[in-house]
């Protein structure tokens, strides 16, 4: 067992078959876990219970417009990047149901129906997903006003991250500070897989930051982590860094954007964006939402319901009178100067955090890192691009 001094941190090292000591210590905790495995083609986020169910030897290929999962040809669990389903939804649901009326005689019962669910570890999560929960926590739970839902959803709720090896061309979170390490304390445990082409060195470097996280590492059978792994684990991450293929020149980028208004760019991005919202119904960190009441005359209820809903949305800002955007234009450029610029005037932070998932389910493939480039001007265009790809 090794101690960083530094930190704190408890850092040793599991075989592969650790896994499911891993997720035995998680349910004698009582944890429920949520984790990425292979659905559909794709890797989404649901419950597991096992090491069977993550998506061993599979990798992603992602582009603009594009996603589709590849056999790797090794053993490596965590060999994707973003997965194409968010953790967003565990914390913030695309449905809830806020609360409940009903007649009782002359008086009107309220009642509560969303319910906290179980202790829940949300178990391999990159550098970028981790930073999007930090930012929706800052919009949910340390604003002005705490959302119950999120609240009580968030509670708990233990974080295992997973360093990134293989970033998709999509990536650029180096430019946003958020990957491919998995950073500060961001997570209770964080794990880095090694060697998945070697079966007989494949294993495991887990690291525990938090005291949760400490006791959990310390109880799993294990070897310490020594120099050789250490470096190991650096530079699994030093080759992410070097294999991204994208990237996002934020300096002075909110005010960029802000003085914008009328760049000629706004038209021909809206030539090909469709308005659909896919990039905003993707987006790990996107939170606007509609609230509308269903009465239902065979029970006598009467729901209050929020669902997700997108700034893509003709009725997203409807005032007396009609909507304030009527033109795609006017959508597009409302989305991405929040996401980069007045986010910062209401949250100190950005809003997106470069998991290129915007990029990938977009069905015209609009790429935001080359919109960015577009509205800096040519030079800075082919600069910033030959020195990011």
Not at 28 to 44: A, F, I, K, N, W
Not at 188 to 214: A, C, K, N, W, Y
């Amino acid at each position: 067992m090794t101690v960083s001094p530094a930190s704190s941190r408890v850092q040793v090292v599991i075989p592969t078959s650790g896994l499911d000591e891993l997720f035995g210590a998680l349910s004698q905790e009582g944890y429920e876990v949520l984790g990425p495995t292979v659905r559909d083609g794709s890797v989404v986020i649901e419950p597991i219970t096992s090491s069977r169910q993550l998506p061993r030897g599979w990798g992603d290929a992602q582009e603009p417009g594009s996603y589709r999962l590849i056999e790797r040809g090794d053993d490596a669990y965590f060999g994707f990047a973003a997965p194409a389903g968010t953790w967003k939804r565990h914390l913030f649901p695309p449905r809830a149901v806020l609360w409940r009326s009903r007649r009782e005689g002359d008086r009107v019962i309220f009642e509560e129906v969303e319910q906290p669910p179980p202790k829940r570890a949300f178990f391999g999560i990159r550098g970028c997903d981790l930073a999007a929960i930090a930012v929706q926590d800052r919009v949910f739970v340390h604003g002005e006003c705490t959302d119950p839902v999120y609240a009580g959803r968030r509670e708990g709720v233990l974080l295992i991250g997973v360093n990134c090896s293989d970033p998709a061309s999509t990536c650029f979170c180096t430019s946003m500070g958020t990957g491919p390490a998995v950073g500060g304390e961001s997570a209770d445990l964080i794990l880095t897989e090694l060697d998945p082409g070697d079966p007989e060195r494949h294993r495991f470097i887990v690291q525990g930051v938090s005291t949760r996280g400490i006791a959990i590492a310390e109880g799993l059978s294990s070897t310490a982590a020594n120099e050789a792994d250490l470096a190991g684990a650096t530079q699994v991450t030093e080759a992410a860094v070097s294999r991204m293929q994208r990237s996002m020149n934020t300096d002075g980028l909110p005010d960029l954007l802000r003085a914008a208004v009328n760049h000629p760019r706004w038209d021909q991005v809206a030539s090909r964006c469709l308005s659909c919202g896919n990039c905003t119904m993707a987006c790990p960190t996107c939170f606007c939402s509609d609230v509308s009441d269903e009465p239902n005359a065979a029970t006598g209820t009467d729901d209050r319901v929020r669902e997700w809903a997108s700034c893509f949305q003709l009725s997203h800002s409807y005032l007396h009178g009609g909507s304030l955007r009527v033109t795609t234009k006017s959508r597009y450029r409302q989305w991405m100067t929040h996401k980069l610029s007045t986010w910062w005037d209401q949250f100190g932070e950005s809003g997106c955090v470069g998991c290129g998932r915007c990029i990938a389910w977009c069905p015209v493939g609009i790429d935001i890192t080359e919109e960015v480039r577009a509205i800096r001007g040519p030079a800075a265009a082919a600069s910033e691009k030959e020195g990011g790809e």
